[in-house]
């Protein structure tokens, strides 16, 4: 069978232009290209060798400082000391996994159930987010009998092959399971007018969604969202859109499954978790990458009814989900987050390049608008104010002229034209002040 080509990935290195890199550049990824193959990709026009990274900055080769405004997996920083020694000290101790009874991970556990509603008591570790996610869809499927999924239009879920098949962005060479509806993405300025607009646009796309998957004789297992909806432009507010989705998932039979990885961790400012910034409670709660601060863990947390059948006639077991060293770290990255006021931060910070963000916007035709929470902010760039039409060309130069200023961010959205901004939650009022002026400089060229 013959595939379409995959889209090309959202501000990715073009490998025909490689003959415009320095030399050394260019042999090192022909050589990345030899032993690595093809199926990896580089960032910007202008590829980096990062060698070091300190807080939220990043150092090349040759002592380049770049402010990192998009990296959300070392979410305390880059090299926390405390994450360091916590790993160091239990690398010198035991490393080992869920087999044996260990008192670290039970600490870590009920704190991390603390913060998450009362309703959510289970938890099972992992090493990724694909496998947590995997993981939650297994669930979704044994305790519903059902196999239909759901997801919005431009979603990232994970790389298993399993996930991948609920992961539209992913392009064409990557077809969707047969058991997969897509809906739009929760996007207020394209959809509605008001809440009750947007809710109504959602409410009857889930609709839709679960009457042709049953008309195909396929019952409704799970829907599944990113809380901040990161891959397909960054979708925040108006907080509350997710509560008609959940009561028509519900109605089906189904289950609604919160995909954390991104916004979760307090993130978002508001609360710990994406999904609290909307008034619901989901059966099934996903997080990985930011877990650990770059070390592999992840996890899903379960309503306990959902788990009483599966523990029962289902094995699972993952050597490295919640080894030693991983729970070491995540509880090194949950104190930081809670010593160091990181969520305040996200919020405090996050509200300041929003808000200068739009003023030096105003009137612009080509930003369409600014949205987020906390320190997760999209920039919408269009050709017009008027059409609205997603301008991803203009977007990935933005990205590309921050890039040679030293400043790093990156796009999301079906036409990579949302610009995303996402740096580590230690992103002081000085460092938006150098990306707002970076991007105030970048946006008057579009004049």
């Not at 409410?203 to 009457?211: L, M, S």
């Not at 995909?259 to 979760?264: A, I, K, L, T």
């Not at 601060?293 to 788990?307: D, H, M, R, S």
């Not at 105030?440 to 579009?446: M, T």
Request: proline share 5%; glycine share 10%; net charge negative.
């Amino acid at each position: 069978m013959t595939r379409r080509p995959s889209k090309p990935m959202v501000n990715g290195f073009d490998p025909s232009r490689i003959d415009e890199l320095p030399a050394p550049m260019q042999e090192n990824i022909r050589r990345r290209d030899r032993s690595l193959g093809p199926g990896y990709r580089l960032f910007y026009d202008k590829p980096l060798e990062i060698v070091r990274g300190k807080g939220v900055t990043l150092f090349d080769r040759e002592g380049n400082e770049y402010l990192d405004v998009y990296n959300n997996v070392p979410s305390v920083g880059h090299a926390h000391p405390r994450v360091i020694d916590a790993v160091h000290q239990q690398m010198q101790t035991l490393n080992t996994n869920t087999r044996y009874v260990q008192e670290s991970i039970l600490n870590y556990s009920e704190q991390l159930l603390s913060t998450l509603p009362a309703q959510l008591g289970h938890v099972m570790f992992t090493c990724t987010g694909s496998e947590a996610n995997d993981l939650a869809m297994r669930v979704a499927k044994y305790a519903t009998g059902n196999q239909g999924v759901i997801v919005t239009a431009g979603a990232y879920h994970g790389l298993t092959a399993e996930v991948a098949s609920f992961s539209p962005s992913l392009g064409a060479g990557v077809p969707l399971g047969a058991n997969v509806r897509v809906i739009d993405a929760p996007d207020a300025l394209r959809y509605s007018s008001d809440q009750s607009t947007l809710d109504d646009h959602l409410r009857t796309q889930v609709r839709a969604a679960i009457a042709d998957l049953q008309r195909h004789g396929i019952g409704l297992a799970a829907f599944i969202a990113d809380s901040i909806f990161s891959s397909d432009g960054i979708f925040a507010g108006p907080a509350g859109f997710l509560r008609p989705i959940i009561e028509e998932v519900h109605a089906a039979g189904g289950l609604y499954i919160a995909d954390e990885v991104q916004p979760g961790f307090g993130r978002t400012g508001e609360e710990w978790w994406g999904f609290q910034r909307h008034g619901i409670v989901p059966d099934i709660v996903t997080m990985g990458k930011p877990m650990g601060n770059g070390i592999p863990i992840a996890a899903a947390v379960f309503k306990p009814e959902l788990l009483v059948e599966f523990g029962k006639n289902i094995r699972y077991f993952n050597t490295f989900g919640g080894n030693s060293v991983a729970i070491a770290a995540a509880q090194a990255v949950l104190d930081v987050i809670r010593d160091e006021s990181l969520m305040k931060n996200s919020l405090k910070v996050g509200v300041k390049i929003q808000t200068e963000l739009r003023q030096l916007t105003q009137g612009l035709e080509q930003v369409a608008e600014t949205r987020g929470s906390g320190l997760f902010v999209g920039v919408d760039i269009v050709t017009d104010a008027s059409s609205l039409t997603p301008d991803g060309d203009t977007a990935a130069r933005i990205v590309n002229e921050l890039r040679e200023e030293r400043i790093l961010i990156s796009a999301s959205g079906a036409q990579g034209n949302v610009l995303k901004l996402r740096p580590p939650m230690s992103f002081s009022m000085n460092d938006a002040d150098r990306l707002i002026e970076a991007l105030d400089r970048s946006l008057r060229r579009l004049h």
